[in-house]
């Protein structure tokens, strides 16, 4: 119980760090553009833990994570990719739409990821896909306004959501079998790379523009990818899939009030009641697993 109870405070920290980051990752794109901002995010992210590889670390213990090795370059380098299509495309899709809409919409891999169950075998009760269309009910709400379709960005930040969805999976599925850190600073440096030739590519980065995103870019190279993601590598260890999805799922939340409070983004009562459905149908998706009752 006790590690659970650890395991879930870590991912409602990660969390909170993750809704804030919408805000950082929309204010850095009034001066840059998406992949560099990226490349110097998750490249400072790896950085940053470098140190924390050679030190002693707090996760290396034998009831909870392997013993240290090498580095897992395999495993690191496949979510690094995953890592890199979901941040690009959630990265783009905020400059059309605002961080509360975007966090929201992000919570959807929660509802996908027992979908996605499906092709790993897994039987998913019909209590769940009715979850999933009252989430998509949810995102009509909040996306689709009165004389326009969904918003670009909307669009964007709902494929985002689908590699969210397989990078919680991989996850799952490499956590206890990696260092969290080295695991971590992989994926980071593999997914920084990547966005570093996109940006040279596609955009025209500059020096100056880095300069000025780089509050922006720091809180979300240490916070944002350095702590939190580490905290969710780590923590996927101590708790049931279920209660991450819980905790994760107040990174919505989170997003939705840091937007309001900072970016001055109110949503509207129709966009409330979008957030609303979508929220709960997240949630009552993972509660009869909590009861034992979903394959």
């Known amino acids: 119980m006790k590690k659970q109870i650890i395991g879930t ?8 760090i993750w809704g804030m980051s919408y805000v950082a990752q929309s204010i850095g794109m009034n001066h840059t553009g998406p992949a560099a901002f990226m ?25 909870y994570g392997p013993p240290a090795g090498g580095l897992p370059l395999k495993s690191g380098a496949v979510c690094g990719v995953v890592l890199f299509l979901l941040s690009y495309i959630q990265q783009v899709g905020i400059i ?31 209590f769940v896909w009715g979850c999933a269309f009252a989430a998509l009910g949810g995102m009509y709400l909040l996306c689709v306004g009165e004389s326009a379709p969904l918003n670009k960005g909307d669009m964007y930040v709902l494929v985002c959501a689908f590699f969210g969805a397989i990078h919680i999976l991989m996850i799952d599925h490499y956590s206890p079998r990696v260092d969290a850190v080295k695991f971590t600073a992989v994926q980071f440096f593999v997914c920084g790379c990547i966005s570093l030739a996109v940006a040279f590519l596609t955009e ?15 809180y979300t190279a240490v916070l944002s990818s350095g702590v939190a993601f580490t905290l969710q590598t780590v923590a996927q260890r101590r708790v049931s899939p279920t209660v991450a999805s819980l905790a994760m799922s107040l990174e919505a939340v ?11 983004q109110v949503l509207s009562a129709r966009e409330f009641l979008g957030c609303a459905v979508i929220f709960a149908s997240v949630i009552a998706a993972q509660t009869p697993d909590m009861r034992g009752r979903l394959g």
């Open 39 to 63: 490349a110097a995010r998750f490249l400072l992210g790896g950085a940053a833990l470098l140190p924390v590889i050679f030190a002693p670390s707090p996760f290396a213990d034998k009831k």
């Open 254 to 264: 989170f997003a939705a009030l840091t937007g309001w409070l900072v970016l001055k």
């Open 96 to 126: 059309y739409t605002t961080v509360g809409k975007a966090g929201f919409i992000t919570t959807l891999y929660i509802v996908i990821v027992p979908v996605f169950g499906l092709f790993l075998g897994k039987k998913i009760r019909p």
């Open 204 to 218: 025209m980065p500059s020096w100056g523009a880095l300069w000025a995103a780089r509050l922006s870019i720091a």
């Open 9 to 16: 405070a870590m991912l409602i920290t990660a969390s909170f």
